[in-house]
């Protein structure tokens, strides 16, 4: 089965920085490319950076570029986000999600990232 | 940048009935890169359709997806209890590399 389980949410003042991880399991982490979605609290889904199999290909949304890192271990079977220079509207639940193809067919259930003085 | 517009932002329905959300882009989305996400309260998303009319693993044949272009539909055939949820399209766009959600389509008990 596999799983995908993210950490490292939590308080953090504007300015801050936060790294959240991924652990997967139950498929070969290493074939895959990964991604970072959020979803801030009542509203909808936002793409955040994507990370193929090998690391040489990265991509990010516009709102992150500059702040955000996403990186992996596939030794590790991780993934991470740095996230550097956080504001209020960073504030959201982020998840790690797995790519199919270029869709994203399975999700952890996500950590909460709360920017707030 | 490609924007997704869902409508209805709410639908309030029946079980058994049928549910037709719609998906608008704001320019033709090329090679299929049209998919369809659940999300119950307190869930991650749940991929349902993907490349516009394939239905993902173990996903029930009531959920089809349609269309092309601009143009996109997600539709329930019979309403199940476990169906009232939120609906969220998505498009990947290659040039670059970058993946847009709809605003969401929330299916709520009638």
């Known amino acids: 089965e596999v799983q995908l389980v993210e950490s490292g949410g939590g308080l953090v003042k504007p300015g801050g920085s936060l790294r959240l991880s991924c652990v997967a399991s139950?498929?070969?982490?290493?074939?895959?490319?990964m991604n970072w979605v959020r979803q801030a609290p009542g509203k909808g889904l936002e793409w955040v950076s994507s990370?193929?199999?090998?690391?040489?290909?990265?991509y990010n949304a516009d709102s992150v570029k500059g702040r955000f890192t996403i990186s992996r271990d596939n030794a590790k079977n991780s993934l991470y986000l740095h996230m550097n220079s956080l504001r209020a509207e960073d504030t959201a639940v982020y998840y790690c999600?797995?790519?199919?193809?270029?869709?994203?067919?399975?999700w952890g259930q996500g950590t909460l990232v709360t920017v707030s003085s | 940048e490609i924007v997704l517009t869902q409508s209805p932002g709410t639908l309030s329905l029946s079980p058994g009935e049928r549910a037709t959300l719609s998906c608008r882009a704001s320019?033709?989305?090329?090679?299929?890169?049209l998919a369809w996400y659940q999300q119950k309260p307190g869930q991650a998303p749940r991929l349902l359709i993907h490349d516009v009319f394939t239905r993902a693993t173990g996903i029930p044949d009531r959920f089809s997806g349609s269309g092309s272009g601009t143009d996109f539909t997600l539709t329930i055939s019979r309403l199940e209890p476990e169906d009232f949820a939120v609906y969220y399209c998505?498009?990947?766009?290659?040039?670059?590399?970058?993946?847009?959600f709809g605003q969401g389509t929330k299916v709520e008990i009638k």
């Open positions: 320019q033709s989305i090329g090679s299929n890169y």
């Open positions: 999600a797995k790519s199919l193809g270029w869709n994203f067919d399975c």
């Open positions: 139950g498929f070969s982490f290493s074939s895959y490319s």
């Open positions: 990370i193929n199999s090998d690391s040489t290909y990265i």
């Open positions: 998505q498009q990947y766009d290659s040039s670059p590399p970058t993946w847009t």
